[in-house]
C-alpha cells in the first residue's frame, strides 16, 4: 500500500526529471580528449565495413565547436575507402567527444568541419582486420 505513494514523491522531484550519466548541460568547457588518436583509430577499425587500404587519410586536432546546442570537441576526419566496385569514394566524418572520451561520429559533417586545418593521420592508412 505504501510503495504506490513512495514511487510517486520520486516522480515528482527535480532530478526525476532528465536522465543523465555526466553533470554535462552542453555549456561549459568539455576536457581535451587527450587520447583521441587512439580512440579514433580503435573506433575506426569496427566502423569501418573494410578498414584495410584505407588512402588519403587526413585529421584535424580536436577543437571545441557546438553541436546540437552542446559544446563539444570535435576531430575531424578526411579518408578514402575502397567500395564494393573496388573503386575508392572520399569520406569526411566528424569525431566527437564528451567528457574526453569519444562519444560518437557524424558522417557528412560540414558544419562541425568548416574551416578546420587538416594534417597527415597515416596511421589511418595502416590498419588491418
Not at 510517486?8 to 561549459?28: F, K, L, Q, W
Not at 559544446?71 to 574526453?100: K, M, N, W
Not at 562541425?112 to 589511418?124: Q, R
Amino acid at each position: 500500500m505504501l510503495l504506490p505513494i513512495g514511487f510517486a514523491s520520486c516522480a515528482g522531484s527535480d532530478e526525476s526529471r532528465s536522465i543523465t550519466y555526466t553533470d554535462d548541460r552542453g555549456v561549459a568547457n568539455q576536457p581535451y580528449p587527450t587520447n583521441h588518436r587512439a580512440e579514433i583509430l580503435a573506433l575506426m577499425k569496427t566502423y569501418l565495413n573494410n578498414p584495410v587500404g584505407v588512402r588519403e587519410a587526413a585529421m584535424a586536432e580536436p577543437v571545441q565547436r557546438t553541436v546540437g546546442g552542446r559544446l563539444r570537441y570535435v576531430s575531424c576526419l578526411r579518408f578514402a575507402t575502397r567500395d564494393s566496385a573496388g573503386s575508392y569514394r572520399e569520406q569526411r566524418s566528424a569525431v566527437l567527444f564528451v567528457d574526453g572520451r569519444l562519444d560518437r561520429v557524424l558522417e557528412n559533417a560540414g558544419e562541425p568541419c568548416a574551416g578546420v586545418a587538416y594534417a597527415p593521420f597515416p596511421e589511418l592508412e595502416k590498419m588491418t582486420r
